[in-house]
């Protein structure tokens, strides 16, 4: 009886109740955005609408969060080079550099520190990656096939997003 009255006293200020819960929560979010970003030794990048990414350092956070210790990449994307090519021997490290650029852009788009150097900058973008292989037997598509369509589809995205912003088209293997 007396935890039903509890309750029924309780329950006339259950607006209130309901907007400290989802205030605690929202803080629990920020500190454990900021603690992630401690452990990775991130810094809050510059943000803007241009386009650009410029992180020096860059280093994949999964990585660092398994705590191994990456080789850090610099990453340049600006109105004057929009393509970044990443070229060289297999097992040489250019996937990573590419999910890290990605990453970077959704980590920026969720207001969590990146792990770069200080004065780094990432602005929005609209991610889109064609990341692995896209044969199917059943669908009668080559690995080169399946790349083809889904770069079709991207580009179709990336120009219908034009107006609202820029893409970061990551193309891995093509």
């Known amino acids: 009886r007396v935890l039903f009255d509890m309750c029924q ?38 943000i803007g609408t241009e386009g650009k990414m410029i992180c020096e350092n860059a280093k994949h956070p999964v990585l660092l969060l398994r705590g191994t210790e990456p080789v850090g990449n610099d990453i340049y994307l600006s109105e004057d080079a ?7 021997p ?31 900058r990432v602005d929005m973008f609209n991610v889109m990656a064609d990341i692995g292989d896209m044969q ?14 889904v770069c079709r589809e991207m580009l179709a995205e990336a120009a219908h997003y034009k ?3 820029h893409s970061l088209v ?5």
């Open 9 to 46: 006293a309780i329950s006339q200020y259950r607006e209130e109740v309901k907007e400290g819960v989802m205030a605690v929560a929202e803080v629990d979010v920020i500190n454990a955005k900021a603690k992630i970003g401690a452990r990775i030794g991130g810094v809050v990048p510059a």
């Open 82 to 88: 929009t393509a970044l090519v990443i070229s060289g």
């Open 90 to 120: 297999n097992a040489g490290g250019k996937t990573i550099v590419l999910k890290t650029a990605g990453l970077f852009a959704l980590m920026v788009r969720h207001s969590l520190p990146v792990p770069a150097r200080d004065g780094a």
């Open 136 to 149: 199917t037997v059943s669908g009668d598509l080559s690995t080169f096939s399946g790349h083809l369509v």
């Open 163 to 165: 107006e609202r912003g």
């Open 170 to 174: 990551l193309l891995d293997e093509v």
